[in-house]
């Protein structure tokens, strides 16, 4: 923890602000830096005592590294597992559509995307829209159906948990839960996420800071996920005119953390021809994979269909 403190301060004013941090911090060894102190904090609890320390007489201001904030998220956890996905051996591309809307289009769809080099399934029954009117996912029935296309393709499923309630049931069949964008700081269902033990793929939610994308997978480690991957899907929204994917927090999360970072770019354009060359800019700019909507009928989708790509055009992504 950086403290800086005001200028000028007396050698007086220093001793009682350093007998202060002692008692707020105890135990915590204090040293000189040039715009004031360092206090190295033993847990990440004594973060709690920042705004006591933002108030002392002296204090200017007070920071916390990353490291300091999100302890487990920052150590280093890499990028070494395996199962359900193994991240070493190349772009990992997870793929499907939407949503899964009916038996005979998701499996057509799974069959093509596996042999079109996806190497594991979007599966989402639970859709959190925008409008309360629009296709919500067709829900569980949606759930013997996921299942039929694990069985014939072999492949990881990825499944986005809206409810606390919904993860145990999702947890049985489907591989990785997803964490929405809408709800990156919903932290009860961080915790049950975490609790679940399964594999996480957690969204940075539209305009989240990286700070804040951290914290959240904080939750998700610290209730008990021993896997975890990052996904940036962008800021933007259905109005929004400038569709992007900040290449910038993406290295700079996975640099912190050592978690695999995978890139949205059907959600960050909402427009299939701009994920396109999104995908690609993603994988130039060292994405660890794809999480991208791709389907064999995306023009007859209920949902996300204008930013769903062909099977084709899935394929000259993966190179396969
Ligand atoms: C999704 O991946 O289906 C989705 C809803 O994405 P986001 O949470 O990023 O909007
Ligand atoms: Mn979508």
Redesign the pocket.
């Known amino acids: 923890m950086l403290i800086n403190l005001q200028k000028d301060l007396s050698a007086a004013d220093r001793r009682s602000l350093r007998q202060a941090l002692a008692r707020l911090l105890p135990g915590c060894p204090q040293r000189r830096a040039p715009s004031g102190l360092t206090v190295a904090i033993s847990n990440p609890e004594a973060a709690d005592a920042v705004p006591g320390i933002e108030n002392l007489p002296g204090v200017a201001g007070v920071s916390l590294s990353s490291s300091e904030l999100c302890p487990l998220a920052c150590a280093g956890t890499k990028k070494s597992f395996s199962r359900p996905l193994d991240f070493g051996r190349g772009p990992v591309f997870i793929a499907g559509p939407?949503a899964v809307e009916d038996r005979s289009s998701y499996l057509a769809s799974a069959l093509a995307l596996k042999a079109a080099g996806a190497r594991a399934l979007?599966a989402?029954l639970f859709?959190?829209r925008s409008s309360p009117y629009a296709f919500q996912g067709i829900g569980w029935p949606g759930l013997k159906i996921i299942a039929e296309a694990k069985k014939i393709t072999g492949l990881p499923l990825v499944t986005?948990a809206t409810d606390t309630r919904q993860i145990d049931r999702l947890s049985a069949v489907c591989d990785i839960l997803?964490i929405?964008?809408?709800n990156m700081q919903n932290y009860e269902l961080l915790k049950e996420a975490g609790r679940s033990g399964l594999a996480v793929l957690l969204?940075r939610g539209m305009h989240a800071t990286l700070r804040e994308w951290l914290l959240s997978a904080e939750y998700l480690l610290k209730h008990g996920a021993k896997r975890l991957i990052l996904c940036e899907?962008g800021d933007s929204v259905f109005s929004s005119d400038s569709p992007g994917l900040d290449f910038r927090l993406m290295r700079e999360a996975g640099k912190l953390t050592g978690l695999p970072v995978l890139a949205?770019p059907s959600?960050a354009s909402k427009n299939r021809e701009i994920a396109v060359r999104l995908a690609f800019k993603a994988l130039r700019a060292g994405a660890d994979g794809l999480?991208i909507e791709a389907s064999v009928s995306p023009s007859t989708a209920k949902v996300d269909g204008r930013q769903t790509v062909t099977i084709e055009t899935f394929r000259s992504i993966t190179g396969k």
Request: some cysteine; proline content about 7%; hydrophobic content about 20%.
């Open positions: 939407c979007r989402a859709k959190p986005e997803q929405g964008a809408r969204k899907r949205d959600h999480l």
